[in-house]
């Protein structure tokens, strides 16, 4: 029998697999071949190895690539630059099962590049391959990471048993695991779904459930972080619940935190679960002035329509300023050194958690090839249901706890404009909601840890005060569009305005504001998709029915033009306190931060 690539136990002994996977294009459970196979060629997401991040960031300095294939053929080896330009580097022909080793030093990949290979079957049939990227024998690692996964989960049992029960099956991944801990915030709980009980059968004492109140997605977190430090892991590495998982990415986090020249925050990408082929963002940034968020690269870049050697932007190494919790590696001291997360409920946390770990000296990297498919943000509306508080409440204390500039920049003036954009599209409870946020950013941070209980009953009740709060189910939905015509807007229509465009865009919907007389709003103008309902469209209409992002359900949007005067003479109110207290405001947060993220406080929310 043909002698094969060695397990992961011998890798121990005789060298540190990186990249690693069996690939049979004959038999493949993956949800999104383009990322595996692109033809003859393995220089996809998947199987290339992305050089130049392990060059810059950790001890290898060389990498070897061992390569079995079950017929003949010949087997080409390339790399790129961060241009994006090929070099073959090596080729030749391999008999069956024959045992390929090369290695190739990374002297050259400072900014940008990646390794991969092609396989060309004599007989033109797909082969399986058998292959991996490997650390040399002689290469230490800077660390040992035994790590922990902690899930924060709500009413989302068959994700959850789906992530355990691909997680049971792969023993390797799990080797480099401590402990699956589930954060359980559900009033149906994980423990009694189908199929649970063959899932902790087969993790065994790996599995713990922890039920708890729902304190949203940084009370989950940070009690999971709790339980890994208290546990004695090494590193935690956060995973949402709702998402389709490939074990490899997670021992690919591992060796890239063992082997970094120093403690890092190590993230993955997330692919869009809907349109498993997308990747949403190649790397998540800041713009300090408007203080927001920013994608690296295009968002949604579809990998079955251009490949990675296809798309020379992803061949130039990214920085990241933070990375998303859907999958992320926190390395425990980095916890203990910068705290837990915020107490913001929900959204915001990763990112002013990213800012303050790099304030302290922690980078973040986003690691290609370690992925998780998710829902993207484009295919939600949680800008203007009930998250649209978090959102508004949470920027703004981030900016007031990590802006450097004076009175947070522009940080004021781009939520003003949020602001001003959902008056116009007829978005009165997320624009109320938005109001309670600025009013509580100015109550200070004393109340945040108590509010995790509460906020979110406080929040709808506020929403659903407004009628485009409400959403009409299924049944009213169908009934309510039936006789409503599509309004279908031309693609220069959906084109966003910028700069001077922008007030161009507002005039008529202001202007609506002010005219004496409204059409009829007993029924509907008009049914917009989703993707078309935007504020400068919306502003045109004074009812219109809106479409959910998901389908199937939507809202009814009404002008109005007593609650938009009366929201919008607030906002102006709130911001205007906002900008002249800024100074002390920010003061205190950051003098309250050491403790609103410190382990005995979140140990006191929690009850860990």
Wanted: hydrophobic fraction near 45%; include cysteine.
């Amino acid at each position: 029998m043909a002698e094969s690539l060695p397990t992961e136990s011998e890798a121990l002994r005789t060298g540190q697999v990186l990249l690693q996977r069996v690939l049979d294009a004959r038999n493949s459970p993956r949800p999104a071949e383009p990322l595996y196979q692109d033809g003859r060629s393995f220089g996809t997401y998947y199987n290339a190895f992305p050089a130049s991040y392990w060059r810059h960031w950790t001890t290898i300095d060389r990498v070897e690539l061992r390569v079995r294939a079950a017929s003949p053929g010949v087997l080409s080896v390339f790399r790129s630059d961060a241009d994006g330009a090929t070099t073959p580097i090596a080729a030749r022909s391999l008999a069956t099962n024959e045992l390929f080793e090369m290695a190739i030093p990374l002297d050259d990949f400072g900014d940008g590049g990646w390794l991969w290979f092609d396989f060309d079957a004599e007989d033109g049939a797909a082969a399986p391959i058998e292959a991996g990227w490997w650390a040399p024998a002689d290469a230490a690692r800077a660390r040992r990471i035994r790590a922990s996964i902690a899930v924060t989960t709500l009413h989302r049992e068959r994700y959850v048993l789906a992530l355990l029960e691909r997680l049971a099956a792969d023993p390797d991944v799990m080797r480099a695991i401590d402990r699956v801990i589930v954060i359980d915030h559900g009033s149906r709980r994980v423990r009694d779904a189908p199929g649970f009980d063959a899932a902790a059968t087969a993790l065994g004492e790996q599995l713990a459930v922890i039920e708890q109140p729902n304190l949203g997605g940084s009370g989950g977190f940070s009690r999971g972080m709790l339980e890994s430090l208290a546990g004695g892991s090494d590193a935690v590495i956060l995973l949402d619940d709702d998402i389709a998982l490939e074990p490899d990415g997670l021992r690919r986090l591992i060796r890239f935190a063992e082997f970094a020249t120093e403690p890092l925050v190590v993230g993955g990408h997330m692919l869009d679960l809907n349109r498993p082929t997308r990747l949403h963002a190649f790397s998540e940034g800041f713009r300090m002035e408007p203080f927001f968020w920013t994608a690296i690269g295009p968002i949604g870049h579809d990998f079955a329509e251009s490949s990675l050697r296809a798309s020379p932007w992803l061949h130039r190494r990214a920085s990241a300023d933070y990375n998303g919790w859907w999958m992320c590696l926190i390395p425990s001291e980095v916890l203990r050194k910068v705290g837990l997360a915020m107490p913001y409920f929900i959204k915001w946390d990763d990112a002013e958690f990213g800012l303050r770990a790099g304030e302290a000296g922690f980078s973040t990297v986003t690691l290609p090839g370690a992925a998780v498919w998710h829902v993207s943000w484009t295919d939600k509306d949680d800008t203007v249901d009930w998250q649209a508080y978090f959102h508004a409440r949470n920027r703004l204390i981030t900016a007031l706890l990590h802006s450097p500039r004076p009175r947070g920049g522009r940080a004021i003036v781009a939520d003003l404009a949020v602001s001003f954009k959902l008056l116009l599209a007829l978005e009165y409870g997320a624009q109320a909601l938005r109001n309670a946020a600025i009013h509580d950013v100015l109550a200070g941070p004393a109340g945040l840890h108590e509010s995790l209980a509460t906020a979110i009953g406080e929040v709808r009740s506020t929403l659903e005060a407004h009628p485009s709060g409400v959403t009409l189910q299924a049944a009213e939905w169908a009934t309510a569009s039936a006789q409503i015509p599509v309004h279908m807007p031309t693609q220069r229509a959906l084109r966003r305005p910028s700069g001077i465009g922008n007030a161009f865009a507002a005039v008529p919907g202001f202007l609506r504001n002010l005219a004496p007389r409204l059409r009829s709003r007993t029924e509907a103008q008009a049914v917009l998709r989703a993707p078309h309902a935007r504020w400068w469209i919306v502003s045109r209409f004074d009812s219109v029915l809106v479409e959910s992002a998901a389908g199937g359900s939507g809202r009814w949007l009404r002008r109005e033009r007593r609650t938009f005067w009366t929201l919008l003479r607030e906002a102006l109110r709130l911001s205007r306190e906002l900008r002249r207290e800024w100074p002390r405001l920010a003061a205190t947060y950051r003098a309250a931060l050491p403790e609103l993220t410190s382990s005995d406080r979140w140990r006191a929310t929690t009850g860990g």
